[in-house]
């Protein structure tokens, strides 16, 4: 199983990125599905997370700037990031709580992490 993630990059504040996440390989099922960051010195944490039905919750410093989607034909994850800010720069990793079979248990898995610099 592998997550790649794409559509980072360097942008000047108010500007807009799309982040992307595909899941592929031997997939039985993905359940949540979920953008982390960390930025330099802190820990990482929850941008947010979407249910496999679409139900998305969000950090409260991305409220209403940030936009979680998925489409579960393509096991894809789409995170439109407007408005930036400075304290938006961070490596951002996409995450995934799937099962590779039936007789496997739910797990996570993580993608490589993709920089975003929020810069003027």
């Known amino acids: 199983v592998q997550l790649q993630a794409s559509g980072g990059g360097s942008v000047a504040p108010g500007g807009s990125l799309r982040l992307s996440c595909a899941a592929s390989?031997?997939?039985?099922?993905?359940?949540?599905m979920a953008w982390y960051r960390r930025a330099p010195g802190k820990p990482r944490g929850l941008v947010a997370r979407i249910t496999h039905g679409g139900s998305a919750n969000y950090a409260d410093s991305v409220k209403g700037r940030f936009t979680l989607s998925r489409d579960n034909a393509e096991n894809t994850v789409y995170l439109q990031m407007n408005n930036l800010i400075p304290e938006d720069t961070a490596v951002y990793y996409c995450?995934?709580?799937?099962?590779?079979?039936?007789?496997?248990?739910?797990?996570?898995?993580w993608g490589q992490g993709t920089q975003v610099t929020v810069s003027s």
């Open positions: 390989g031997s997939i039985l099922a993905i359940n949540d």
């Open positions: 995450n995934a709580n799937l099962r590779i079979s039936s007789v496997h248990s739910w797990e996570n898995y």
